[in-house]
Each structure stands twice: as structure tokens, then as C-alpha cells.
């Protein structure tokens, strides 16, 4: 079961990035291989029309993509900005999916979110359901949103709230679980 990670964050002191790293290290002690990646790899312009019509889709997408395809499924720490998805995810999922087969389709993913505010940035990632599940993405229904996250984290990276971690590492267990009984081979690396 190989799980495809990113966090939707171009900061270099981001806390989703750190809330990621977390996850991805319970994905993996629940059995996952995890390819993490950094989101400025897949650096795109705005979602332009004529741009696609005369070049096809960006390197940047078509990167996302292959990443998606390689995987049988993904996890995506994501901020909030004014209540809903970033600007910057949303541009690469639009890019992404210009192309068929949607790639991630019918593959299991989970969805985190960490912000300063008392909601973590939850409600942004309802916003993300919408695209992902609208091409066909199979999202868990549990989301991981971190509140207060500015003050979250010790100085080696972890949880300073124990219920919390031990919250994160059930869900993230409870995901890979559930992903590894749904998801279909991923197509062959070279
Ligand atoms: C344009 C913009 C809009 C934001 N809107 C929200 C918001 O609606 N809710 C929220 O909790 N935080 C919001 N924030 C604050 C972010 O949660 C905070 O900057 C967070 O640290 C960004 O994630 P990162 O640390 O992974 O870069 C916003 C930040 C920016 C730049």
C-alpha cells in the first residue's frame, strides 16, 4: 500500500507540512509506504484555456498526476484560506484533472488541515471534498484538522497535546486500514 503525501503549502515553515510529517510517519508504522512530496515540485501557471489548447497541460501538472497514478492512494495536509480551499490547490486540481483518467480516481485518500484558529481549518477541507469527490477521489470520511497549531508542536515536531497525537496516529491507522482493503494496484513504477 503505497500513499502518495503532500502538503498543499508553498511556506517553508508551514504547519500543515509539519502536521503531514506526523501523519505520514503513523501511516507508516501502520504499514504504508509513503512518497512524500514538496507541493513547490508541481509548480504551475493559473489555469489558462488557450495556454492548454496550445501546449497541453504544464510540467508541473502533469508530475502531479504521474504522482497520483503511482500510488494506490494519497493524504493532503491543506490550509484554509477565508473559509475554503487555497487558490494554489484548487489551480492544480483544475490542471490536473484536464486530463482522463481523473488520477485519482477510485483511490482512497485522507484529508488534514492545520491553522492558528480554534477550527484547525476544517472548513476548508470540506471545500476540497468537493473537487476531489467530484472526480472521483474515495475521501475518508474522518478529516484530521489540528487548532492552535502555531502552538501545537514540541521542538523535536510532535504533538505537544498527547490525546491529540494519540487521535491522529487512530485516524491515520483507521485510514490506512480502510485504504488498503478499497484501493486497486497502482500502476507499474519504473
Ligand atoms: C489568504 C489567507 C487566508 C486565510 N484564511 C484563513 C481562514 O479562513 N481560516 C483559518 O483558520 N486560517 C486562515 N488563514 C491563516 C492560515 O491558517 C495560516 O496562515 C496557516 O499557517 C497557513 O498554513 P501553513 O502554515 O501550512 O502555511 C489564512 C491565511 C491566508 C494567507
Known amino acids: 500500500m503505497r500513499l502518495f503525501a503532500f502538503a498543499a503549502a508553498l511556506r517553508r515553515d508551514s504547519l500543515n507540512r509539519k502536521l503531514l510529517r506526523l501523519a505520514t510517519q503513523a501511516a507508516e ?3 504504508a509506504v509513503l512518497d512524500l512530496a514538496d507541493f513547490h515540485e508541481f509548480d504551475m501557471p493559473l489555469y489558462d484555456g488557450d495556454v492548454e489548447a496550445a501546449s497541453g497541460l504544464p510540467p508541473g501538472a502533469k508530475k502531479l498526476r504521474e504522482r497520483f497514478l503511482a500510488n494506490d492512494g494519497f493524504m493532503i495536509a491543506s490550509p484554509e484560506y ?11 486540481i483544475d490542471w490536473a484533472t484536464r486530463q482522463q483518467p481523473y488520477a485519482w480516481k477510485g483511490k482512497p485518500g485522507m484529508l488534514l488541515s492545520a491553522s492558528p484558529s480554534p477550527v484547525g481549518g476544517n472548513r476548508g477541507l470540506w471545500a476540497i471534498r468537493m473537487p476531489l469527490e467530484a472526480t472521483s477521489a474515495c475521501l475518508h470520511p474522518d478529516m484530521f484538522s489540528l487548532p492552535a497549531a502555531h502552538e501545537a508542536f514540541d521542538e523535536t515536531g510532535g504533538l505537544k497535546n498527547a490525546k491529540l497525537a494519540a487521535r491522529l496516529d487512530k485516524m491515520v491507522a483507521a485510514f490506512v486500514g480502510v ?3 478499497i484501493a486497486t494496484p497502482s500502476t507499474p513504477r519504473a
Do not use: D, E, H, Y
Not at 82 to 90: E, Y
Open 179 to 181: 485504504a488498503r482493503a
Open 82 to 92: 477565508n473559509f475554503s480551499i487555497p487558490g494554489t490547490l484548487k489551480n492544480a
Open 29 to 31: 508504522r501502520a504499514g
